[in-house]
């Protein structure tokens, strides 16, 4: 009896070949012996290539590449992401802010994604909707919790504690250990039994990626059909139906103290 079992791993391929026999009755089964192979999977493969698999997925792949790399709007300046705070962030953070107006009839007052969200850099030129895909790849959507100061405070720590994420509405300022120095929203102080809003994503909402104070929000709202990327999306389409190229700055939203 044989099985082949094939495995993906990066960029190797690895298979082994599985040497078993059956005794007695009960069909009782004992591995004797395992092969493995590695297979590099590089560039070298591309100049081998399945005719009949190309063949398979040649409508599928002419009909993707017909919308990923259809122009939705151009970038004034590249935009990497990073922290303290970069461009891209600050970008995105707005835009999850600015996505609360059918929610609250207003901007939240604070926007916030986890530079872990962004996995690649908008470049300057035009912005093609595959480009959006590549920075924004998951599947995370918005939504909106309300907390108190005293938990807002918490959270201001916990963005320290990462030295920056993403965040739009507020300035912090932290030391080098982490630690946080001082924190506004909307250019005041925090008050601790004020209810504020932020806009953030869902994966974040939940408390994920250091965020644990917003698993204490007294009110969440996660509106349907509304994917972060599709947000982008339709602020970018929107901007560039408006003449205006899309862009970004910094501007002390988080600012580490030497």
Request: glycine share 10%; hydrophobic share 40%; charged share 20%.
């Amino acid at each position: 009896m044989q099985y082949i079992t094939k495995f993906f791993s990066g960029v190797a391929l690895t298979g082994l070949l599985i040497f078993a026999s059956c005794h007695s009755s009960r069909q009782a089964v004992e591995i004797t012996q395992i092969k493995g192979t590695l297979i590099p999977v590089d560039s070298l493969l591309d100049a081998r290539p399945d005719a009949q698999a190309t063949a398979l997925i040649a409508p599928y792949k002419a009909k993707i590449d017909s919308m990923m790399y259809a122009v939705v709007g151009e970038s004034e300046i590249t935009m990497p992401t990073g922290r303290p705070e970069s461009l891209l962030s600050n970008l995105i953070a707005d835009v999850l802010r600015e996505s609360a107006v059918p929610v609250l009839g207003k901007p939240a007052d604070m926007g916030l994604v986890n530079m872990g969200g962004l996995r690649s850099i908008l470049s300057k030129g035009p912005i093609t909707c595959g480009t959006i895909y590549e920075i924004l790849p998951f599947e995370n959507s918005l939504c909106v919790v309300s907390v108190k100061g005293t938990t807002l405070k918490e959270l201001f720590a916990a963005i320290a504690a990462k030295k920056g994420e993403g965040v739009s509405g507020v300035k912090l300022t932290i030391n080098q250990e982490g630690g946080l120095l001082n924190g506004t929203i909307g250019g005041k102080a925090v008050e601790d039994d004020k209810v504020y809003t932020v806009a953030t994503i869902d994966y974040l909402a939940d408390g994920n990626d250091g965020m644990a104070p917003l698993a204490q929000a007294i009110k969440r709202e996660c509106p349907d059909k509304s994917i972060l990327r599709d947000l982008f999306m339709d602020y970018v389409k929107q901007q560039t139906k408006a003449g205006k190229k899309i862009t970004s700055g910094i501007e002390g939203r988080v600012v580490i103290n030497n």
